[in-house]
């Protein structure tokens, strides 16, 4: 069974631009999750999917976010456009059912310059 | 709200120390605890878990006990290899997780 991907692995973009991150689940799993760890700190919640809505979406930074997941599969997470303090390690996470463990994928490393 | 607080790392130990990571919790309810480990250049990975209070979780040597009286999910390990070298993440909840900063390990031969 394929794990929970992530594309790209890396991306390095200039303050202004967009950037678009994408997580494919695993099948089946309707419970997607986006995290990130900024500079070394804490990794943080950014928002919630069960299939296509949004669930929770309480760790948004701001309006210069914008994550979607179209038919309940895959998600994207967009950056538009991009500041210095974005850079760090997205996470995309998925799970069966609400509360169960949460498969990680290996995460998206942005570095804005 | 809920939060994490972990043991500041980077923590360096000699081939079979035995290893502690602090970690206490502030939470509402009847949260899990998890432990997650990221080994260089991989995901984050679940290491154990315990999802009500005196449970214990372990997996590959770690151990962790969901003490509610003193809030806490320590991780111990009796003796550490050098593959255990990664950062370890302390985290709590039920479907949001909410992570420690992380703790960096090194095991040196």
Known sequence: ?113 | GNSVTQMEGPVTLSEEAFLTINCTYTATGYPSLFWYVQYPGEGLQLLLKATKADDKGSNKGFEATYRKETTSFHLEKGSVQVSDSAVYFCALGRGKLIFGQGTELSVKP
Not at chain 1, 26 to 45: P, Q
Not at chain 1, 54 to 66: A, H, I, V
């Open chain 1, 1 to 113: 069974e394929a794990g929970v991907t992530q594309f790209p692995s890396h991306s390095v973009i200039e303050k202004g631009q967009t950037v678009t991150l994408r997580c494919d689940p695993i099948s089946g799993h309707d419970n997607l999750y986006w995290y990130r760890r900024v500079m070394g700190k804490e990794i943080k919640f950014l928002l919630h999917f069960v299939k296509e809505s949004k669930q929770d979406e309480s760790g948004m930074p701001n309006n210069r976010f914008l994550a979607e997941r179209t038919g309940g599969t895959y998600s994207t997470l967009k950056v538009q456009p991009a500041e210095l303090e974005d850079s760090g390690v997205y996470f995309c996470a998925s799970s069966q059912v609400r509360g169960d463990e949460q498969y990680f994928g290996p995460g998206t490393r942005l570095t804005v310059t």
